[in-house]
């Protein structure tokens, strides 16, 4: 019975996360995106170059869980702008691959994107104590930790 009850436990604690994460989404208004702004799904492919450049095509699309069609979209939305956010090259060590790196416009509209957001963030988090911010802390980087190591995710549908 105990197996249960932790089951149950840890889908209700699924449940709450997921609605805390779905409010902290909330903190950012929504508006009419205008010209040239970044699209979520745009944003993550950008996040993922902040991370480790340059990434194949094949390699962000795995990442992001999304259809060929849509991976090229996204590479020409970020591609073809007054100034690019993203450089494509023929990979060197497979000529069928190409690779995806950020340019430095790129970095710039990914801190901006990034920077826009946090400001929201910062305000909810003034309203924990230093020991419930260290606790938080605690908890964000061993589920980072786990994230780090965990198999790719089902693909998502965007």
Do not use: W
């Not at 149950?8 to 449940?15: A, C, N, S, V, Y």
């Not at 996360?17 to 995106?33: E, G, M, S, V």
């Not at 690779?99 to 957001?117: C, H, I, M, W």
């Not at 260290?134 to 790719?152: C, F, K, N, T």
Request: hydrophobic residues 40%; aromatic residues 4%; proline residues 5%.
């Amino acid at each position: 019975m105990a197996v249960g009850n932790a089951q149950i436990r840890i889908e209700e604690l699924g449940q709450h996360l997921f609605q805390a994460l779905t409010q902290l989404c909330f903190l950012t208004p929504r508006c009419r995106r205008r010209i040239g702004e970044l699209k979520e799904v745009e944003f993550l492919t950008l996040s993922l170059l902040h991370q480790t450049t340059p990434r194949t095509v094949g390699d962000l699309q795995r990442q992001l869980g999304i259809l060929p069609a849509q991976m090229s979209r996204i590479i020409r939305a970020l591609e073809d702008r007054e100034r690019p956010l993203i450089a494509c090259r023929i990979n060197a060590g497979d000529k069928r691959k190409i690779d995806v790196d950020l340019t430095p416009a790129g970095r710039k509209a990914f801190n901006e994107y990034q920077s826009a957001r946090i400001p929201a963030l910062v305000e909810v988090l003034t309203k924990l104590n230093d020991e419930e911010q260290e606790h938080l802390v605690h908890l964000i980087d061993r589920i980072r930790d786990i994230l780090r190591v965990a198999p790719a995710a089902a693909p998502a549908t965007f």
